[in-house]
């Protein structure tokens, strides 16, 4: 059983924190497969042990790709929706805490066009789905989603686990066009924006981990692994106070638990890599990097 | 050129006829018709020489005595005076210079350069032969009678940045032409050292900011560098004028640099920033939420400005403010992070 420090950190300090206080913000960085995502995946499985709502962003640079499925918000005329990614999103967030907000119910109404309109009262799940039927405005009800999350959380109702993996690429420009011309920056979409204003929020019971990865930038760019340089002075003054949490490799010890787990499992099949030799070779190949570690063992 | 022909005669004998010509004597041919008839009187088979006689005596053109076998360049000896044999600028003259010297391009790769004998090429580039070592060892003689010592204080190198915090740098270049000019000469670098002058903290980062790239922050250093004038003193007096102006320029204050923002402060100054307001903002939600104050969002926004109930003195808001501004100055590394992350958690009282 590998159990990473930093996991165990902020387990610690999500123990002790005050709920009460404003947004907790959390931020994780480390060299490139050193097991961010790995580590955030354990608090969040904590988290879940102890009934928090999560609210899950795997992958935020999938809004920064090319896509072609960019529409015009119809509230604000500078913010462009991405309703595919919208529904994605609400999807995933059902299937996680579908018997948590079973009784929630909203608290206002939001009207999304001159027709469509979901009242007051209406059962979370309800809200939910008709926004993933109803992609057209799917982006609008994440909005919503987001606002009675806060509501709810303020109201000590819920507690909130904001997670989300590549912080870093809100505050860089999209892959897309606006009708084939024009460049959109990351901060020109509604999705940005809306957890953008979550993550400012003076919400109680809530706690937000960010990562910042270098996968996030072109291929030429990923040098750079730590945070203020991979999320710039806009990144670092919006988010600051944050708590910058540092993801190492693997030490020794863990690397050799990894390994143990490898052989239980039948993966490392050579008997020349389970000697102590063989397992000083690898833990010399790979550089004491998780991934690289798998990526040495595969071929065993 | 030989031949051998037969040829018939008016009188039908036949004669083998070997003809010898020689190219260059021409004044020696001899009569054809008295030849022939000498020989017809003997009857006998005779060579028929038209141009040639052998016993007459032929001027004999005379190879001049080979010049390379001994020139003066042979009979030098290894520990002649070189001053005395090649006194000024010359031209190369390849009989005086005693070393095996080549110069020139060949077509055919396998043969050497062409050597010294007679080389056009090395006549053509100049030859420092008048400034070897010993040349330069007299003209030192000659001239240090009207000499003083260099003063022995002097030779360390903290007593001379003391005592002269201006130094002065030019090249001088030599060639061997006919003009002695040379058009890069004109540079002139002046190092200066600033520790001598005033500065205080404003005109410091005035004059690094004015100054950019030939100012040395740690070592106090400006070096200015000009080649923009066609003389070297104009050079040297224009780079005067930019000390003076750097140096009366960051001591005087404007009004508008008051407005400077923050992406072009040379120090991050937390007090300035958004991010005190947000802080302190935070520390007061915090403090009514320890005193138990029952309070909702939308009274707390409605509030009077938190910063007059905070006090922004307090323990640990500033090791919040230095935490952060250490972070933006050095740029994260792990102990910077490490520390600002302390600050933030007690903070939030953890």
């Not at chain 1, 929706?81 to 109404?109: A, G, Y």
């Not at chain 2, 060639?175 to 520790?195: A, F, H, Q, Y």
């Not at chain 2, 903002?281 to 320890?290: A, F, G, P, S, T």
């Amino acid at each position: 059983i590998l159990i990473r420090r930093p996991a165990l950190e902020v387990m610690d300090i999500l123990k002790r924190l005050n709920y009460n206080y404003p947004l907790t913000r959390f931020l994780l960085y480390g060299e490139m497969n050193a097991g961010k995502k790995f580590t955030m995946t354990h608090i969040m499985h904590y988290c879940r042990s102890q009934n928090w709502v999560l609210l899950t962003v795997p992958w935020a640079n999938e809004w920064n790709c090319k896509r072609l499925d960019v529409s015009f918000n119809h509230h604000k005329e500078s913010l462009f929706d991405l309703p595919v990614h919208s529904k994605i999103l609400l999807e995933d967030f059902l299937l996680k805490n579908m018997s948590l907000i079973k009784e929630f119910t909203t608290s206002t109404t939001y009207e999304f066009s001159e027709h469509e309109a979901s009242e007051q009262g209406i059962p979370l799940t309800d809200l939910i789905s008709f926004g993933i039927t109803r992609m057209k405005f799917a982006n609008d009800v994440v909005g919503a989603l987001l606002k009675e999350l806060q509501i709810l959380a303020n109201n000590d109702k819920i507690k909130l686990l904001v997670t989300i993996r590549g912080i870093n690429s809100f505050w860089r420009k999209t892959g897309q066009k606006k009708e084939k011309v024009q460049e959109i920056h990351a901060q020109q979409l509604t999705l940005v924006n809306q957890f953008m204003e979550l993550l400012q929020s003076d919400t109680k019971n809530a706690v937000a981990m960010c990562s910042t990865e270098s996968w996030v930038n072109d291929v030429t760019d990923r040098k750079s692994y730590l945070p203020t340089e991979l999320m710039g002075k806009e990144g670092v003054d919006f988010l600051e106070p944050f708590l910058p949490i540092e993801v190492p490799k693997y030490g020794n010890a863990e690397l050799q638990s990894v390994m143990d787990y490898y052989i239980d499992r039948r993966w490392i099949q050579a008997p020349e890599a389970k000697t102590l030799d063989g397992r000083a070779q690898i833990k010399f190949l790979s550089g004491h990097n998780p991934y690289q570690l798998y990526r040495v063992c595969v071929p065993l | 050129m030989a031949s051998r022909r037969l040829v018939q005669l008016s009188n039908e004998h036949w004669i083998v006829l070997n003809i010898k010509r020689s190219t260059v004597h021409h004044l020696q041919r001899c009569c054809v018709h008295s030849r022939i008839k000498e020989d017809l009187e003997d009857e006998n088979f005779k060579v028929l020489n038209i141009l040639r006689d052998k016993d007459v005596k032929r001027f004999k053109w005379e190879k001049p005595p080979d010049v390379r076998t001994l020139s003066r360049a042979d009979c030098m000896k290894t520990d002649m005076n070189w001053t005395s044999v090649w006194p000024t600028k010359a031209p190369f003259r390849w009989g005086s210079v005693p070393l095996p010297i080549r110069q020139g391009y060949r077509k055919k790769e396998y043969k050497l350069s062409a050597g010294k004998y007679g080389n056009a090429e090395l006549v053509k580039i100049p030859n420092f032969l008048h400034l070897t070592p010993p040349h330069i060892k007299t003209h030192c003689q000659a001239i240090k009678k009207f000499c003083t010592e260099f003063p022995s204080e002097l030779k360390n190198r903290e007593i001379r940045k003391a005592n002269f915090p201006l130094e002065v740098i030019t090249s001088d270049y030599v060639t061997c032409g006919t003009s002695i000019r040379d058009p890069r000469s004109r540079e002139v670098t002046v190092n200066v050292d600033l520790s001598v002058l005033k500065f205080d903290e404003h005109s410091v980062t005035k004059i690094k900011k004015l100054a950019g790239d030939k100012m040395d922050e740690k070592a106090m250093t400006l070096q200015l560098k000009s080649d923009r004038c066609p003389v070297r003193k104009q050079n040297f007096d224009f780079n005067v004028y930019t000390l003076t102006a750097l140096y009366y320029e960051s001591q005087e204050k404007e009004d508008w640099e008051d407005e400077m923002e923050e992406s072009d402060w040379v120090k991050y100054q937390w007090d300035k920033t958004q991010s005190k307001k947000k802080i302190l903002k935070l520390k007061h939600r915090i403090q009514q939420i320890n005193s138990g104050e029952k309070t909702d969002l939308a009274s707390s926004v409605s509030k009077s400005d938190p910063s007059v109930s905070v006090v922004d003195t307090e323990d640990d808001i500033q090791s919040y403010k230095s935490a952060f501004s250490n972070l933006k100055d050095e740029g994260d590394s792990r102990e910077t992070l490490n520390a600002y992350k302390q600050s933030v958690l007690k903070l939030l009282k953890l």
